[in-house]
Structures are given as structure tokens and as C-alpha cells.
């Protein structure tokens, strides 16, 4: 991971949506819960790199379905970086 310069790490949680108890797939096995699904699709975004993005740094599994993503997060936005539309080019 590289390093965080002036970034400070910020968390944020989300429910997944929840799987009735009684059901089965169609091979009579459980269901894998939405939250563990979640948890493996965000790995790949974990290996996502660019300068001008903030990266995902981990994300954990608590109970009722519950995510927690820890992520970059930098005090100021875009647009004080952006050039006024009618200042000279």
C-alpha cells in the first residue's frame, strides 16, 4: 500500500440485504449470505491503484449482514482543484 501522504483513513458501514432463514439453492445447500458475496467481490478492488483515486484499504464482516470498508478519505474535493471557467488557458 502507499503511503497516505495527506490522506486520513475513514470508515463507513452498510448493511447487505438479508437471505430468508429457510431457504435453499436448487442443490439443497445453503445460501451464501450477500454480506460474505460482498466480502469477496471488494477484494478486487482492494489490488485498484491510480494516483487520482482513493483507495480501499480493508473491509470487515460484523453481525446482521453488517460491512464495514475502511477507505482513503481527504478533507478537500475536486472542485477547489479545478480551474474557473473563464480564467485565461
Do not use: W
Not at 8 to 13: D, I, N, R, S, V
Not at 15 to 29: E, K, M, Q, R, T
Not at 52 to 79: F, M, P, T, W
Amino acid at each position: 500500500m502507499r503511503s497516505l501522504k495527506d490522506a486520513q483513513l475513514g470508515a463507513f458501514t452498510f448493511f447487505a440485504s438479508a437471505l430468508p432463514h429457510d431457504v435453499c439453492g436448487s442443490n439443497g445447500l445453503p445460501l451464501t449470505p450477500n454480506s460474505i458475496k460482498i466480502l469477496g467481490r471488494f477484494q478486487i478492488l482492494k489490488t485498484i491503484t491510480h494516483p487520482r483515486l482513493c483507495q480501499y484499504v480493508d473491509i470487515s464482516r460484523g453481525k446482521h449482514e453488517r460491512l464495514i470498508v475502511v477507505a482513503e478519505h481527504y478533507e478537500n474535493c475536486l472542485s477547489i482543484f479545478q480551474k474557473p471557467e473563464n480564467a485565461p488557458r
